[in-house]
């Protein structure tokens, strides 16, 4: 049995390591395109974030005065029990995002859409959000913070099937220029691109590349990872840079992710992990074990399962190569 009290100081603890130092997999990207960004100012910001992240870590202090909006998600163990339930989860998912607002300190950014009243604690009407995902075989639950930053780093567009790559690379550009000339979402970002499913799915499988799979991680489909690869290289060919400068680190990595979606459309969602790309996962075992990493994992083969049976039959494993 996992405790509740245990899940409210992991959770606690998640929320301090994400809003205060940065995965070393962005962190690694970043000092990367540090070393072949020509622009000047370009080159400056990319140095002073470096510093920046670094006296963050030093002094324990947040690592961007604007702390984002604490997020979870909780993936589960079909094995796994929590002491109270899942209510008692999202309780102590509640109780530490509040604590943490006023002990780290964050924030605390979120009111009400009309009245603009809050709590003082980040933590509202379906706030902080908690997204779940289930993982067959195992008896833990891997619980992760994101402290999506770029308030406005986020499109979506229903392109139609004839539209193809091209659509779908033009979106893609009209997006990065757009935020680009609007200074919205410091860059450079992970960009995450959801690809088909309903509208709906389209937006959250774009936010969830961006903020649950590390720099350097491809799709597993070989095609898809191409894409990836293309969009990102386009993305720093536009001219623009860090923070919007003239440069070419515009985008730290590109992930796609997809879901079977209407036959008349391709639905598509744009999203930008800020250069303050705050994530922190912790996976709880039944033992009372906790690790922490900073890679989610999230998008596991189940996850991506494409057929009607778990694990999948011989013959469709066979279809697919
Ligand atoms: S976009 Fe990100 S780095 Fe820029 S101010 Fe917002 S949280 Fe900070």
């Given at each position: 049995m996992i405790g509740k009290d245990a899940v409210e100081e992991t959770a606690y603890e998640l929320t301090a390591r994400a809003s205060i130092e940065i995965p070393d997999d962005y962190l690694a990207g970043v000092e990367k395109m540090a070393e072949t960004e020509e622009g000047?100012?370009?080159?400056?910001?990319?140095?002073?974030?470096?510093?920046?992240?670094?006296?963050?870590?030093?002094?324990?202090?947040?690592?961007?005065?604007?702390?984002?909006?604490?997020?979870?998600?909780?993936?589960?163990?079909n094995e796994a029990a929590v002491e109270g339930g899942f209510v008692a989860l999202e309780t102590a998912i509640r109780r530490a995002t509040a604590r943490a607002t006023h002990e780290i300190p964050l924030r605390p950014n979120r009111v009400h859409p009309l009245w603009r009243t809050h709590h003082d604690n980040n933590v509202g009407i379906n706030a902080p959000e908690?997204?779940?995902?289930?993982?067959?075989d195992a008896e833990w639950i891997d619980i992760t913070t994101v402290h999506k930053g770029g308030l406005f780093g986020t499109d979506y567009?229903?392109?139609?099937?004839?539209?193809?790559?091209?659509?779908?690379?033009?979106?893609?550009?009209?997006v990065l220029v757009s935020?680009?000339?609007?200074?919205?979402?410091?860059?450079?970002?992970?960009?995450?691109?959801?690809?088909?499913?309903?509208?709906?799915?389209?937006?959250?499988?774009?936010?969830q590349a961006a903020c649950l799979?590390?720099?350097?991680?491809?799709?597993?489909?070989?095609?898809?990872?191409?894409?990836?690869?293309?969009?990102?290289?386009?993305?720093?060919?536009?001219?623009?840079?860090p923070m919007g400068f003239v440069g070419s680190s515009m985008v730290v990595?590109?992930?796609?992710?997809?879901?079977?979606?209407?036959?008349?459309?391709m639905p598509m969602s744009v999203h930008c992990f800020c250069l303050?790309?705050?994530?922190?996962?912790?996976?709880?075992?039944?033992?009372?074990?906790?690790?922490?990493?900073?890679?989610?994992?999230?998008?596991?083969p189940y996850m991506r399962r494409e057929g009607v049976e778990w694990p999948p039959a011989a013959e469709s494993l066979k279809a697919s190569g």
């Open positions: 000047d100012l370009g080159r400056f910001v990319l140095s002073s974030m470096l510093e920046n992240w670094q006296a963050a870590k030093e002094d324990r202090r947040a690592m961007c005065g604007d702390t984002g909006l604490p997020r979870y998600y909780v993936k589960i163990g908690i997204e779940y995902s289930f993982e067959p567009r229903m392109l139609f099937p004839g539209d193809g790559i091209d659509g779908i690379k033009r979106f893609f550009l009209d935020f680009g000339k609007r200074g919205l979402a410091c860059q450079p970002a992970i960009v995450g691109v959801g690809l088909g499913g309903s509208k709906d799915i389209s937006m959250t499988l774009g936010k799979r590390p720099v350097g991680e491809r799709n597993p489909d070989p095609a898809i990872a191409e894409l990836e690869e293309e969009l990102k290289a386009l993305g720093n060919s536009i001219g623009m840079g990595d590109c992930h796609i992710e997809v879901g079977y979606t209407h036959t008349g459309g303050s790309s705050r994530r922190a996962t912790a996976r709880m075992f039944m033992d009372g074990r906790v690790e922490h990493r900073t890679d989610p994992k999230w998008f596991t």
